[in-house]
């Protein structure tokens, strides 16, 4: 069963845009979030005193005017990046371990695609990433300031080369905002584009290993349909970023490793904030930012240096890392031959 509060005003339900044109300062933000079978609305950003505000999860992201999105000149700002320098939620919504929050999104432009849910339209762009953080909040994370977060990256879907998007979706393209790349006849599905064409709402796994406690879930679209002209100061990749506090229960025993300051996540003049996809045509496009935390190969290696420290002493063996595993496992062979001779 679902759970859905109800809606105060049409304010709480929209993702407002003031363009479809590709330079454009198109705006997005999380419309809500199913967490646990209840959902829970976004916040109004253009009325403060809409009910809604004081019982959503989701901390306020850009309104739809100038600026209303990270440009790589803001890419080392971490409050910025963090949060769009949000202020913290008042609530927080519980999450199992092992499920998925659902985040959907709308727009009130003209749909891109005319497959999209009841009562919204889909986000405007479709060539992009679609990036999952998380941070912990050191405690209540509605008084927690986002700049100060250690992020560890959760997900991120780039360009898929074995897909491509549907035939409905390449021709509505072509006229609004953007014609897609890469081109018809070439395969390349961008994360944004499987955002769009899954209804424009996206699901973020939490692992079943991390350890209950108060989190933070930065949700982050990536588009690439501007590229950065060195005589335009409104060009680059543009970020759209939104976070929902969450209470994590009926965890493991992973606790987040240290991750990356959101002012570090990605470099002002890097691959990632000048990549141009109308020359690429998403040929040799990376995936951008820190790697993906994988919490069953932390344990892995936490159980590997426990092993180490009891069977060699620190004399012996040295401290464990992936550059010289052959060498590590003789000193290690040695130790266990040694202690078996002793033994005897």
């Known amino acids: 069963m679902v759970v859905v509060s109800k809606p105060t005003r049409l304010g709480t339900l929209i993702l407002a845009s003031l363009s479809i044109l590709p330079g454009a300062r198109a705006h997005g ?61 008042p609530q927080t919504v519980t999450v199992t371990a092992g499920s998925v929050l659902q985040l959907p999104a709308s727009s009130t ?51 898929d080369r074995t897909e491509t998007i549907s035939n409905d979706l390449r021709t509505t393209m072509q006229g609004k905002p953007e014609e897609y790349y890469p081109t018809a006849g070439t395969s390349g599905l961008w994360g944004m584009a499987r955002f769009v064409q899954s209804g424009s709402s996206w ?45 994590v229960t009926g965890g493991g025993s992973s606790h987040l490793p240290t991750g990356t300051k959101a002012g570090s996540l990605y470099k002002t003049d890097g691959a990632f904030a000048r990549y141009n996809v109308y020359e690429d045509n998403g040929k040799t496009f990376v995936d951008p930012g820190p790697a993906i935390w994988s919490p069953s190969s932390s344990s892995k290696r936490e159980e590997e240096h426990a092993f180490s420290n009891h069977t060699s002493s620190a004399n012996e063996l040295e401290e464990c890392d992936e550059e010289q595993p052959e060498r590590k496992m003789k000193k290690v062979k040695r130790s266990l031959r040694h202690g078996a001779a002793m033994k005897h």
């Open 203 to 247: 699901g973020i796994t939490v692992p079943s290993e991390l350890a209950d406690g108060d989190y933070i879930v930065r949700h982050e679209l990536g588009a690439v349909h501007n590229p950065w002209n060195a005589q335009d100061d409104t060009s680059g990749t543009q970020l759209y970023i939104g976070c929902i506090q969450v209470k």
């Open 109 to 159: 432009v003209n749909p891109v695609l005319g497959t999209s849910r009841a009562g919204q339209n889909p986000w405007v762009h479709a060539m992009g990433t679609v990036a999952s953080y998380i941070a912990g909040c050191n405690g209540d994370c509605t008084t927690f300031d986002a700049s100060q977060g250690s992020w560890v990256k959760l997900a991120l879907f780039g360009i």
């Open 29 to 89: 933000q999380i419309k809500g979030v199913l967490a646990n079978g209840v959902y829970t609305y976004g916040p109004n950003i253009y009325w403060d005193a809409d009910p809604v505000n004081a019982k959503t999860a989701v901390r306020k992201m850009y309104q739809a005017a100038s600026p209303s999105y990270n440009l790589p000149q803001d890419f080392s700002d971490d409050s910025k990046m963090a949060c769009e320098g949000a202020a913290g939620a």
